[in-house]
């Protein structure tokens, strides 16, 4: 080693030992001394129970949050009343993007696949999730995506319309929705033109899949309601298949909606929408005779839809 290599590292050594020596001492404190100042254990802080992730999580979505400055977009925020929170939660909402997005995965593989009948399960699959991003959208909660979710909203709903026939040019359209749910399921996020964020329900919601979206929502309220064992081992998916079936009815009867001002139609739409509501109050209750019973008044009125309007 070299004398100046040698030097350098000795004045190294010498100013850190002079930094240590003008450090101020450690104070020291006797036992009784902190005593009132600091809570001896962790339950001494909490008035009442301590609280819990799950009653954390739930004062979350139930309190809007916005950034100071800033409104919260969708209806709700612009001063309109909120229909969807009462209806749905973001639990159910997250979940259902999430099952719809895989579900589209597998539809959208190959051209020959896609033009030869998968265009008609992507516009289904692609028409709900186009859905659900108006409700996040307007959604008061603090439901995951709603900072996007105007944006996802309208790349979707423009493809599902685009997909009511099959081609070269559909699909690639319909890959990059796929890649776009993926990126936003993610974490990375969309890119797209600004979007109103107020929802035009004639653009988003077209009402022929719409209903076939409704129907396989009540099939599966039908699987996990067969009897009252069923449905005690299959609670989140009673909810969230009740609670998105409430949320469909309402969209059914949104301004502009085919047959949204007939008055017999909005009733039927409208009586669905309170009995599914019905399925999760009972659930609540652990009313399991009140879940099944209302499971089936779903489907008599999903039926009695049916059979006049389509």
């Not at 001494?44 to 129970?49: I, K, L, N, V």
């Not at 009462?86 to 593989?109: F, Q, W």
């Not at 409700?135 to 309208?154: F, M």
Request: hydrophobic residues 40%; contains cysteine.
């Amino acid at each position: 080693m070299s004398r100046t290599l040698i030097f350098g590292f000795a004045a190294v050594v010498l100013s850190a030992v002079a930094a240590d020596e003008r450090r101020a001492p450690r104070p020291q404190f006797s036992e009784g001394q902190l005593r009132g100042i600091f809570f001896e254990k962790l339950d001494d802080a909490f008035r009442g129970q301590r609280p819990s992730l799950s009653s954390i999580r739930k004062s979350v979505q139930a309190a809007p949050v916005a950034t100071a400055g800033q409104t919260p977009s969708g209806s709700a925020a612009a001063g309109g009343k909120d229909v969807w929170s009462p209806l749905i939660g973001a639990a159910s909402l997250e979940d259902e993007v999430k099952r719809l997005r895989l579900h589209y995965e597998s539809v959208v593989t190959t051209p020959g696949a896609f033009n030869s009948g998968g265009y008609q399960d992507a516009r289904l699959d692609l028409t709900a999730l186009a859905s659900l991003f108006a409700v996040i959208n307007e959604h008061s909660g603090e439901v995951r995506w709603k900072d996007q979710a105007a944006v996802a909203r309208d790349l979707i709903a423009r493809t599902a319309f685009n997909c009511k026939a099959g081609s070269t040019q559909v699909y690639n359209e319909a890959k990059l929705r796929k890649a776009d749910l993926q990126d936003l399921v993610s974490g990375t996020g969309i890119t797209g033109r600004e979007s109103d964020p107020d929802t035009d329900w004639t653009m988003i919601a077209d009402r022929g899949p719409m209903m076939e979206y409704a129907e396989l929502l009540v099939e599966a309220l039908d699987d996990v309601t067969r009897n009252e064992g069923t449905a005690k081992s299959e609670v989140e998916a009673v909810r969230r298949n009740a609670e998105l079936l409430a949320m469909a009815a309402e969209i059914f009867t949104q301004e502009g909606m085919d047959e949204a001002d007939d008055e017999d139609y909005v009733k039927l739409s409208h009586d669905m929408r309170d009995v599914a509501k019905t399925v999760v109050g009972a659930l609540d209750r652990s009313d399991w005779g009140a879940v099944t019973a209302g499971a089936s008044l779903i489907r008599q009125r999903c039926d009695a839809c049916h059979e006049a309007y389509r």
